[in-house]
């Protein structure tokens, strides 16, 4: 269980440093600075979390995710030209993080059984993936992004185009 939850919490890190990225591109300048500092952050600590197994620095990590939280909230507030459905969302997948960081010294080390980790990382990635993906879509960068389900290809006169 302990692993699960290791991972799920560099999951929902991974998330939220690609959402704070993202929203970074079209942000208005003060704001570009704090968003691209806080999702390079995260992407690092939650991979480096993945390699090593643990999370590095837990009560850092913590006071990180805090300070994210409360730095950003009043230029989501404040700021236009920030997206606050995508720093809802991200702010939602770092409050998940420093849940899932405060509950890590009260688990007990027990036998991993693969199963189990494996329903518990995929469980945490899709909720991750459940929130990420439409807050991601929600910036400027998603906006830019080609619409899904299209590829360049152009149907023939009369075609389908499959």
């Given at each position: 269980m302990r692993?699960?939850?290791?991972?799920?919490?560099?999951?929902?890190?991974?998330?939220?440093g690609i959402v704070h990225l993202g929203a970074a591109v079209g942000a208005p300048v003060p704001a570009v600075a704090a968003l691209v500092i806080l999702g390079a952050a995260e992407l690092g600590w939650a991979l480096a979390a993945l390699r090593l197994g643990r999370p590095p620095a837990p009560r850092a990590a913590l006071a990180v995710a805090v300070i994210g939280l409360l730095a950003l909230a009043p230029l989501a507030l404040g700021e236009a030209g920030l997206h606050v459905g995508a720093l809802l969302g991200a702010a939602s997948l770092q409050l998940l993080a420093a849940v899932l960081l405060a509950l890590r010294p009260r688990l007990r080390e027990s036998p991993e059984r693969p199963v189990r980790y494996l329903v518990g990382v995929l469980a945490g990635a899709l909720l991750v993936?459940?929130?990420a993906t439409p807050s991601l879509a929600a910036t400027a960068a998603g906006g830019a992004?080609?619409?899904h389900g299209e590829h360049g290809v152009e149907?023939?006169?009369?075609?389908?185009?499959h």
């Amino acid at each position: 269980m302990r692993a699960a939850l290791h991972a799920c919490t560099a999951i929902a890190a991974l998330g939220a440093g690609i959402v704070h990225l993202g929203a970074a591109v079209g942000a208005p300048v003060p704001a570009v600075a704090a968003l691209v500092i806080l999702g390079a952050a995260e992407l690092g600590w939650a991979l480096a979390a993945l390699r090593l197994g643990r999370p590095p620095a837990p009560r850092a990590a913590l006071a990180v995710a805090v300070i994210g939280l409360l730095a950003l909230a009043p230029l989501a507030l404040g700021e236009a030209g920030l997206h606050v459905g995508a720093l809802l969302g991200a702010a939602s997948l770092q409050l998940l993080a420093a849940v899932l960081l405060a509950l890590r010294p009260r688990l007990r080390e027990s036998p991993e059984r693969p199963v189990r980790y494996l329903v518990g990382v995929l469980a945490g990635a899709l909720l991750v993936g459940a929130v990420a993906t439409p807050s991601l879509a929600a910036t400027a960068a998603g906006g830019a992004a080609v619409p899904h389900g299209e590829h360049g290809v152009e149907a023939p006169a009369g075609g389908h185009g499959h």
